[in-house]
């Protein structure tokens, strides 16, 4: 039992009230990785109290992304756990509970100023040299029967707690932040439970803290205000106060708080951009963390035994896409083919390209508008297990039958793509079937500046590729070619980016035999008399 009360227990709490972002997510992998470095338990908890902005359309974006993100939570939604439940408004006893026994105490008082009155202290002070301090203790004491008489003829009243007069500084250590002092007698009696019987955030996140064992609360600096006030909720229940770390604030490139001006700010638009978790999982941790001052490729299970707290920095991180997608390149050829193979397949079947149904060469992405290729999209990036049967009817059987040609794809782009939403473009030649997707400007270049050259080296590989008596093996094929095209004194270069505007529609095709050797030989053959037909 000892061990268990020592264990590390931290939690990622998030408000429902939109999607997950990157500054809430950085905060998940902040957690995360201290809880898995430490053997601790690390705890979701949906923080849901805000009925007009919470949704649970909401709690399933966040969880989604948290999976796809690869940040399994010990206790919480869908697992559960011994403390539960993990929705705060499955917990409304444990708060009047607290609020119990802090009125019992002597802790807690009811509040009866109306909006009114309290609307024309601020008023009155603001205009007051100083400001307007806060509440001004006007129902603090009220004597006890009166205050029962007023409740119970329903008059509407919020709990303050009452904060102890003379308390000295409220003092703690940040882990990051190092000695922090708030001065107690600037903090007027917040309030805990609100007329409508709801608690409010910071009464909420402490009896939570408190009842879940929370040894470590790690969150992003614009909480660091509510900490001493939460401390004084903490002291008056009679809790250990946690430890806290509060993480730097992310800029964006301009140095103002990253925000959706900056572009993509949402998690699962960077799922939806190609990008992969495992790389935005190391990138979000280098934001205001560093294993050692230098090193940037720090993969999961780095992250998961080396993260500490004592390398979080209090200088503002600055978010930098550049970084991320250079970052993203790193883990993506870091990938073998089988697992690039299984990042890719979502991207082939967004094109539509996988299954013996897919009509050959109609890339579907172009046919669908914005919001269907967003809703195409989100469905198939979704965990496999929850992508509807219909999308996968028959594509499935396609990736195990023909995985070894797909594999085939994988060196052809491995190290020419940034980003895994550029395969449905980069391959797209190689699903046209017999036609050519003609790039205009390709063809002008390469196949009308000197028609009759162009032709000539077309006319010399067709024959090539059209003769029966060599291997279809790129590196026969290319030998053949170059040996033709030398004894008609045709350079390497005139003779072969012909056909590969011929064969893959521009200049700027990947590997071009190693590409022709996936085709069928009369699609290969079809493409080169469709072109010429077209051009000459
Ligand atoms: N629900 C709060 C938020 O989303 C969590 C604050 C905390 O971690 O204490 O900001």
Known sequence: MANEVSRVRVRFAPSPTGMLHLGGARTAVYNWAFARSQGGNFILRIEDTDPERS??????IILRAMRWLGLDWDEGPEVGGSVGPYFQTQRMETYSAALQELKSKGNAYPCFCTKERLDACRKEAEAKEGGYSGYDGHCRDIPANEARARIDAGEPHVWRLRVPEGHGPIKFQDAVYGDMSFPADVMDDLILVRSDGSPTYNFAVVCDDANMGITHVIRGDDHLSNTPRQILIY????FDVPTFAHLPMILGPDGKKLSKRHGATNVEDY???GYLPDAMVNYLAL???SLDGETTEIPR?????KFSLDRISKKDAVFDEDKLTWLDGVYTRGLDEQKWFDVAIPWLAYANWLGSSAP?????VSSLDKNQQKERLASLLAPWDEVPAEEWQGKLADVSDRREWYLQAYPLVVERQNTFNEIPDKLAYLFWGPNVQLDEKSANKVLLKDPERAKQALQICR???ASDGIAWEAEALQQECRDKGEAAEIKPKDLFQPLRVAIAGNMVSPPLFESIVMLPREDVLARIDGVMAKVF
Not at 55 to 60: C, D, G, L, M, P
Not at 360 to 364: A, D, K, L, P
């Open 271 to 273: 799922r939806d951009r």
């Open 287 to 289: 934001l205001g963390w």
């Open 55 to 60: 949704t649970e359309e909401n709690v399933q």
């Open 235 to 238: 002291e008056a229940l009679g």
């Open 301 to 305: 299970d780095v992250l998961a035994s």
């Open 463 to 465: 024959e090539v590729l």
């Open 360 to 364: 050959v060469g109609v890339n579907m």
